[in-house]
């Protein structure tokens, strides 16, 4: 009897159905397992040295790019680049093929990853299809010099404040913008006020002008570093006429400017500086700390095995045993192999006396210095009995304070420099793509090239035609220049400091291509990075160092408190009632005396005096060069009367306050001195008319010490 073919028909069905079931199940698990595999090799040391490495490779060529570079060095390069950028591509793939792409991108460092391996592969399409600005691609290259900063992943306190610093970027931007709006208001109203103003000399070519709108927003940013702003601000005053007319008005706009924008705006970012590393200082302590608790709970795991295995060793030692023990001679009955004290050429106890004698001999040292500095001690106490009281000895412990906060700060700094000089050597690199070989010009402005840059040339000094120099032609490079890395190095580095920065900006802008001269403002948008370097190294990265220094100044100044129950407010709070003493106020008993006491106390007394103060500024003020005589003679006669004033207040105060009252208070002292000083100059001015210069030093002298006086009277 034949098998029915039926039943073959549903086997082969069974078998079509359950195929892709198993095919799916082994493939399943061949995933899993390359993905573990692949997983584990990913957070191995040896792939992360191997990132390192290619991160290396890669900084390398891009810094090997320099001005006249040989054709072969340039193919190397492009070659690199892209094999490169495989890699890490390849490095991106694998992870989020062992990971997974939610576990991946969960990761910060794995952001920035993709974002700079995304950003390559752009720059890369767009080099080769040749439809981008030399700027626009530099721009993307930027984005791949951020690939060095992996190495700071796995470096706690340096990867603490790399996130500190990309934590602060809300900050940043929301204080970029207020600082873009107040660049944009204030050049707006200088293209309003000195537009096309700035020409009032023919033989020169005013560079910081108002003429429109991106030349105002230059020049407002140069003000706000504070280098020549104080150029442009007489040129503002000359372009209205100069400071013998109404043109001094127009520094009012400068120094609003300037103040608002240098000491208020640009200060934020110490503000967020501090706030930043104290950040990612409290990281490190919390890292430290969760360092120590794990090696204390791995210590004490050690001593509780260490103490189960003592305990099991006595009780088996406790045990008695069926051998007979023999007490015999070292050397007899057993063999040297068994014996538990082998035999030693040197002998017992000579290693530790020659270990005992280096602490021994420390010892002695110590005692002999504690005496010196004992005596030393009580003979400065017996000689000056307040020597433990006087500011000296208070200065020499603040002094103690500052010297350790200064060797703290220099021995943790080491962060913040190699972050500051990654991007220094980021935006140097950026710096030779865009500016190499573009610096050179003839010192004839009328030629471009080194071909024409040759013979002689005539120059009329001071623009006079009868005047002629006769100069030679020559083919020159400018002293900072981007024709590499170093060299850009250095030239950012002097930008960094705002010294000299605007003539660097302007020899930028006039670049035109390498090896040929400049041409007037031809690339404005290079501004651009000169901006952004300014802002993020000058502005903030220099005030993290200024910043970093607040921080241990403050974590020492605690340092000191540190086991202490109480804050800082309350431990202020026991200071000043600690230090508080009762105020001592003197009260003329004479009734006579009581009366003058109680006129210069009065609160009129105390304006009159303003007033006239007020007015004897406003006489000294209105001094001018080229004054009348019948001017200078109403000035003399004014400020007698006012020097005549100040004495009479002066014997008013002696006789409230009697003299011993009076030269108590250093302020008095201070006005006795200047008022007897003014009355020997007024006496000797009117003999000789030489002193008079002296005679006003005086008397300014007294209106400043009026007012400081007046003011802190008010604020007691």
């Not at 082994?26 to 490495?53: D, Q």
């Not at 700035?198 to 002008?209: A, G, L, V």
Request: glycine content about 6%.
């Amino acid at each position: 009897m034949g098998i029915p073919p039926s039943i073959f028909t549903s086997l082969f069905a069974a078998l079509e159905k359950d195929l892709p079931l198993l095919t799916y199940r082994r493939w399943r698990r061949w995933n899993r397992f390359n993905r573990r595999k692949c997983r584990a090799a990913v957070k191995s040391v040896t792939f992360y040295w191997l990132v390192i490495v290619l991160v290396f490779l890669n900084t390398l060529t891009i810094s090997s790019e320099h001005y006249n570079q040989p054709d072969w060095l340039t193919q190397i390069q492009d070659i690199a680049n892209k094999v490169l950028l495989a890699l890490f591509t390849c490095e991106m793939l694998i992870k989020m093929y062992s990971l997974g792409l939610q576990a991946y991108f969960v990761s910060l460092f794995n952001r920035f990853d993709c974002f700079v391996v995304c950003g390559g592969i752009v720059e890369t399409i767009l080099v080769e299809l040749e439809i981008m600005s030399p700027l626009g691609i530099s721009v993307f290259r930027c984005v791949r010099l951020l690939r060095i900063f992996k190495v700071t992943r796995h470096w706690a306190s340096l990867s603490n404040l790399v996130a500190s610093l990309l934590n602060s970027m809300k900050s940043i931007a929301s204080l970029l913008l207020l600082l873009f709006l107040f660049i944009i208001i204030f050049s707006l109203l200088g293209m309003q006020l000195f537009g096309g103003k700035f020409n009032f000399d023919e033989t020169q070519t005013k560079r910081s002008t108002f003429d429109n709108f991106p030349q105002a927003l230059l020049t407002v940013f140069q003000i706000l570093t504070g280098e020549d702003w104080n150029a442009v601000m007489y040129d503002g005053i000359m372009a209205y006429g100069g400071p013998s007319s109404s043109g001094m008005i127009v520094c009012i706009y400068f120094i609003i400017l300037f103040i608002c924008g240098n000491y208020i705006l640009l200060n934020v970012f110490l503000a967020i500086a501090v706030d930043n590393l104290a950040d990612a200082e409290s990281l490190n302590t919390a890292q430290k700390e969760e360092a120590e608790e794990k090696e204390r709970k791995k210590n004490a795991r050690k001593e509780s095995l260490e103490n189960k295995k003592s305990e099991k060793s006595e009780g088996d030692q406790k045990k008695p045993k069926d051998s007979k023990v023999t007490i015999t001679e070292y050397g007899e009955g057993e063999d040297e192999d068994k014996d538990p004290y082998p035999p030693c050429d040197v002998p017992v106890g000579e290693d530790e006396e020659d270990e005992e004698d280096e602490p021994e001999i420390l010892g002695y040292f110590d005692y002999a210095f504690t005496a010196i500095f004992t005596v030393e001690i009580l003979l400065k106490i017996l000689g000056y009995a307040d020597y433990v009281f006087t500011s000296m000895f208070t200065f020499e412990i603040i002094l103690k304070h500052v010297v350790q906060c200064v060797f703290v700060a220099i021995r943790t700094i080491g962060n913040i420099m190699i972050v500051t000089t990654l991007l220094q050597f980021m935006f140097a690199c950026i710096g030779v793509q865009l500016f190499k070989g573009k610096f050179y010009k003839c010192t004839d402005e009328a030629k471009q090239n080194p071909e024409e840059c040759r013979g002689i040339y005539i120059v009329y000094k001071d623009g006079d035609v009868d005047n002629p120099m006769v100069k030679e032609r020559v083919w020159q490079n400018s002293d900072f220049n981007f024709d590499n890395v170093l060299s850009a190095m250095m030239a950012l580095f002097t930008v960094s400091t705002f010294e000299g920065w605007p003539a660097l900006l302007y020899k930028a802008i006039d670049s035109n291509g390498e090896n040929v001269g400049p041409v007037y403002n031809y690339r404005v948008e290079i501004s651009i990075f000169f901006i952004i370097y300014i802002i993020i190294i000058a502005f903030f990265m220099m005030n993290i160092f200024v910043g970093f220094v607040i921080v241990t100044f403050q974590e020492q100044g605690e340092q000191e408190y540190k086991n202490c129950e109480l804050d800082k407010n309350q431990r202020q709070c026991v200071e000043y009632a600690l230090k508080a003493r009762p105020l001592r106020r003197y009260i003329p008993k004479n009734p006579y005396q009581y009366k003058f006491w109680y006129v210069v106390n009065s609160t009129g007394f105390e304006y009159i005096m303003f007033v006239l103060i007020m007015l004897n500024t406003l006489c000294l003020a209105m001094q001018h060069y080229g004054q009348s005589k019948i001017f200078n003679d109403a000035m003399d006669i004014m400020n007698m009367v006012f020097t005549g004033v100040f004495t009479v207040e002066m014997v008013l105060k002696l006789i409230a306050f009697k003299p011993k009252g009076y030269f108590s208070d250093a302020w008095n002292t201070f006005d006795s001195l200047i008022v007897i000083g003014s009355i020997v100059d007024v006496v000797l001015s009117e003999a000789d008319h030489y002193f008079t210069d002296a005679w006003n030093t005086f008397d300014a002298l007294i209106v400043v010490g009026s007012v400081v006086d007046i003011a802190i009277t008010e604020v007691n």
